[in-house]
């Protein structure tokens, strides 16, 4: 069973980088890990998706450990509009699967203030 | 495109009345996803669909179904509305298995 888990909150300020991590000690082989923002009154946002190593986009970064049991998420440079809850989902699904293969974490709240 | 829609916005039921949500995207997505999203909890699976005619229990599926007729669209249904199931409900769809789901804007429910 594909269980995340992340932390509760973080603040940060203008400009300062945030990581945020998130655990899944029961990553299957097959499974990819996806982080999603969400904003207050809307549905989650696609931010990065990775398997291994380092991804890279134009918003974010993921880096995964060799041993794919966590995963952090970085923000470079935030501001004030970055403010929202950050999900974690590690896994996949095909009809055969069990619904424990697609795992949201709880989310993250990231507070960023001037 | 309109991406992921949702109807109704917002709805308010009495406890035993049935609805319906609706779900549908534009963007020829096979697989399909209903969540609901409670306070502290997170996004909890309902059901999904990885094709036209085919649904899949996901983690909290009692109390709901859910149809998927057209590819396009993906039906939440309600039988017997209970207090427990106020929440808000998100609809996603994606191209694939390990694919971004694109969400919608959520259904806001409220059973008095």
């Known amino acids: 069973l594909a269980k995340t888990t992340q932390p509760i909150s973080m603040d940060s300020y203008e400009g300062q980088e945030v990581n945020i991590t998130c655990s899944h000690n029961n990553i299957a082989t097959n499974d990819y890990i996806t982080w999603y923002q969400q904003f207050p009154s809307q549905g989650p946002r696609f931010i990065i998706q990775g398997y291994k190593t380092k991804v890279t986009n134009e918003v974010a970064s993921l880096f995964i450990p060799a041993d794919r049991k966590s995963s952090t998420l970085s923000l470079p440079r935030v501001s004030l509009s970055d403010t929202a809850v950050y999900y974690c989902?590690?896994?996949?699904?095909?009809?055969?699967?069990?619904?424990?293969?697609?795992?949201f974490g709880a989310g993250t709240q990231v507070v960023v203030t001037p | 495109n309109a991406g992921v829609t949702q109807t109704p916005k917002f709805r308010v039921l009495k406890t035993g009345q049935s609805m319906t949500l609706l779900c549908a995207q534009d963007?020829?997505?096979?697989?399909m996803y209903w969540y609901r999203q409670d306070p502290g909890m997170g996004l909890r699976l309902i059901h999904y669909s990885v094709g036209e005619g085919t649904t899949a229990k996901g983690e909290v599926p009692d109390g709901y179904n859910v149809s998927r007729l057209k590819k396009q669209n993906f039906l939440l249904g309600l039988e017997s509305a209970a207090p427990s199931q106020t929440s808000v409900y998100f609809c996603?769809?994606?191209?694939?298995?390990?694919?971004?789901?694109?969400f919608g804007p959520g259904t806001r429910l409220l059973v008095l």
């Open positions: 996603a769809s994606g191209a694939g298995a390990i694919e971004t789901q694109y």
């Open positions: 963007m020829n997505h096979e697989y």
């Open positions: 989902l590690v896994g996949s699904l095909s009809i055969t699967d069990s619904w424990g293969k697609l795992q």
